[in-house]
């Protein structure tokens, strides 16, 4: 069974704070996404990987950056963290070929509350 | 980009047969169209995926008129674990397509006994 696993399921940080998400998936697939979901915008993408070391923006990268040294993990980082980052986000991953077309796979989700 | 607009909610009975539509009117001859589910506490999963005309498996059928403008998830005769926010998709075919992906802000069905 697939499946795609995220280090805490709630975090509470301060602003200011410096941030991480980890995300790992046990399918050996090559991409791997990360999305923010907030209540009446649905799902935004952040960032996208395709390959280790690889990374793409998407919709609304600011304020995040990623990594991913490891083909299963991909880690999502807030280097300032600020109220406005508080969210529900969302990993997920996929084989390679089309991402928009191709099934994603989700994780649980972190629910992130910047105080 | 192919910006798309979903209902916010939908309340339905037991039994009964839910409508979906998620219009999508400036969408590509090269996009796909994909319904995600998501239980509470659960992050989305596939349901279903076409191009045009019909689509229907074990869960939903998906309903996508010759002009693409919109689709409609169906699901048959929904139970109490139906209710579930909804999401919809659509984006082309394509390796360097993660920049053209966009779900809509997705629909809240709630089944009631």
């Known amino acids: 069974d697939v499946k795609v696993t995220q280090s805490s399921r709630y975090l509470v940080k301060r602003t200011g704070e410096k941030v991480f998400l980890e995300c790992v998936q046990d399918m050996d697939h090559e991409n791997m996404f990360w999305y923010r979901q907030d209540p009446g915008l649905g799902l935004r993408l952040i960032y996208f990987s395709y390959d280790v070391k690889m990374k793409e923006k998407g919709d609304i990268p600011e304020g995040y950056s990623v990594s991913r040294e490891k083909k299963e993990r991909f880690s999502l980082i807030l280097e300032s963290a600020s109220t406005n980052q508080t969210s529900m986000y969302l990993c997920a991953s996929s084989n390679q070929g089309s991402p928009s077309t191709d099934t994603q796979y989700f994780g649980p989700g972190t629910r992130l509350t910047v105080l | 980009l192919a910006k798309t607009t979903q209902p916010i909610s939908m309340d339905s009975y037991e039994g009964q047969e839910v409508n979906i539509t998620c219009s999508h009117n400036?969408?590509?001859?090269?996009?796909?169209i994909t319904w995600y589910q998501q239980f509470p506490s659960q992050g989305p999963r596939f349901i279903i995926q076409g191009y045009k005309t019909k689509v229907t498996n074990e869960v939903a059928s998906l309903f996508i008129p010759a002009d693409r403008k919109s689709s409609t998830l169906s699901l048959p005769r929904v139970s109490l674990s139906d209710t579930a926010v909804y999401y919809c998709l659509v984006g082309p075919y394509g390796g360097d397509s993660w920049g053209k992906l966009q779900f809509g802000a997705g629909t809240q069905v709630v089944v009631t006994p």
């Open positions: 400036n969408i590509a001859t090269n996009d796909y």
